[in-house]
């Protein structure tokens, strides 16, 4: 290290292999895999554990030391600390698919074996998060949380949605109580973090590029709010002696679709659950629940849009005599992407000739809590189609390879920076 | 009979006793009572049973003869045929109330009692129809029904709600097979038809009225709408490329509102079910299923009513992108009440200084299959509070004790036009 070596890096950008990314996908695939090419495997279970066994035998044949810790992340290093960490998550939702996490953690390998190859001298440490989906653990990004110190105190002792303690599951799994504040790990281990995943949005494909730049990660406030009116008989009731619950949360709905659609982009405001009570046809329904979230990549727009949709849907319920409880179940701030992170994906983007776009990601990812440790991260997005969270999700393995050889190069960079402080 | 005779009407208009009605209210509701004051009833069931036994008990001693039909239906008849036909229904919804149906029987045996007590000569039947609320049964009226015909052919072998068959659920009551079709009685057999019903709706405490002088029953539309549109990630996907079903429900809901709202009081239109697919706070709804009801009095304006919602909610699937199947599941005529019933107990109400206004019931009734059939029918509606179809739903007995009075006043009228044909 210290002295840049090109010929060395520029064989091991030749030595990336599209082939190889495909194999181990599929190969991955096939641990909680369906007929359908779906996948379903949840964090903190015997699949994801399956999963990162498999990833394991592929570093370890490559001089890579193998750890795991109590929040059942898997760490693989080599080279001496500090050392570029490179990695996504290997669990999926339920009825997912194949690439969402999975992609950036295959091609993180890809990386480590394309420097094998070329013997490029280049501190890497391999990770797989846990539980990243918030499926089996209500919420997302467990790993990468319990690695920065950003665990609840007693989260051992919290519930699963399957009823078992945080604890118990990682017990079954580890063979040993866990101890998850000794799973915290200095930011100075660390020169940098670099995520490659799928964008599991439409921008990348509807703009024909390979891959996108990404800039920050939105906040996002989620909120519950109950309506309530009087369920009355829907024949005998006239109308304008009703206090109609769902009316009101369909005006709500459409406000908040409208404060979403008004913003230019800058947000999205999505109402995804709502359910009426009693919920019987011929009763005027006197009770409706629903979530509202609203995410921006500005922390300050994404607020007045939740605040401008609160207005509206108090000064509606007035109106029409509904009352209306509100109840904030998340907030989280929106996390921009290290500037020098991601000047060096675009110059390396230029350099190798790949097409790409800034963008930001919509959806969350562990490299908010990276990030928001205090370690230099970025992230390289991959074209997919058919969005994510589904059997159908898809990336290229091309567009994959592109992707890797960024991310490759970007390390390399880091690494020669790192290497000169 | 044939000459009338003013003074023994007079004696029992005076016989009629609001603490007999309400002493037998409450005698009622004990069967299938609740501690909250409310009923829970269902028809075909044991409870309705018991409730035509006690029923039954009343009229016995007052020189009644008491038939109980295939379709579990009560007949209690005193005089010559043709009578007068005068009662409605024992079963509640689950969780309902003591008023709804049961206020009807217990007039109904009111009458019986003053006209006894008066040695007034009425030729009387009084009837408990069986399983009006399609609550164990999925469609109302079916003992109604059962009189005049208007069952299906199949319906013993229908499933109930829980499974049972409805000809298995019968054997179990009367102790054999049923004959459904041989219920069927002749409309010759009736002079006439009169039911008294709590009011359900607020129009008469709100006007300060006592009962109400029905002129007809709302006809009905219901139908299921489905809406598909494209489930996507919430954060991941603009506004300009979504597809959001519940976004277009939500205008179908007020559009639904507005179209009632519109037609001054002409009809109602309600969306009491709504549900979301796949329901997730971060998926931006695919599907969403919906069902709304269309009630008038004039056939006319509630088709054209329901057919302006579908267009206008066509037009906006139209523009959202979204696809909309719609299946109606239920189609009732408005029924008028027959003219002179009505012009007869306005008349009564006019002579026993009873202060009454027209008006439609919104919910439907047996009254529906008697009139429909041939029958010359009409409804006095008592005032009540808090609805109906639910614990708190309240009929006072002084207002229940002046509907008796209304209702034996033109049962005698109509006895003695019977008498001159």
Known sequence: ????????????????????????????????????????RLGLTKEEQAAREMVASWLIPLGFKREQDAACNLFCSAGPSPRVLIGSHLDSVPDGGRYDGSLGVVTAVEVAEAAHAARLALPLEIVAW???????????????????????????????RDGNLVKDAIRDLIGRAPDLAGCRRPITDFIGYLELHIEQGPRLASQGLPVGVVTGIVGMTRATLLFTGRADHSGTTPMDARSDALAAAAECVLAVERV???????????????RVF???????????????????????????????????????????????????????????????????????????GVPAMRLSSGAGHDAQNVVTAGVQGGMVFVRSTEGSHNPKEHADAEDAAAGTRIVLSVADAIARLGARR
């Open 278 to 352: 009693p919920g019987s046809a011929n009763v005027v329904p006197g009770g409706c629940r629903l979530t509202i979230e609203v995410r921006s990549l500005s922390d300050a727009t994404q607020a007045e849009a939740y605040g401008r949709i609160l207005e509206l849907t108090m000064a509606l319920c007035d109106q029409r005599g509904i009352r209306c409880a509100v109840e904030v179940v998340d907030r989280i701030p929106a996390t921009a992407m290290s500037q020098l992170i991601v000047a060096a994906i675009e110059e390396s983007c230029a350099r190798l």
């Open 130 to 160: 846990s539980a990243e989906e918030g499926a089996r653990y209500r919420a997302g990004h467990f790993g990468s949380a319990a690695t920065f110190g950003q665990l609840p105190p007693d989260v051992g002792d919290r519930e699963l």
């Open 260 to 274: 979403g659609r008004e913003s230019g982009g800058q947000l999205v405001g999505t109402v995804g659950e709502l």
């Open 1 to 40: 290290m210290g002295v840049p070596d090109p010929s060395r890096l520029s064989a091991a950008l030749a030595a990336v292999s599209s082939e190889r990314i495909a194999a181990r996908v599929r190969e991955l695939a096939a641990i909680g895999g369906s007929s359908d090419g779906g996948v379903s």
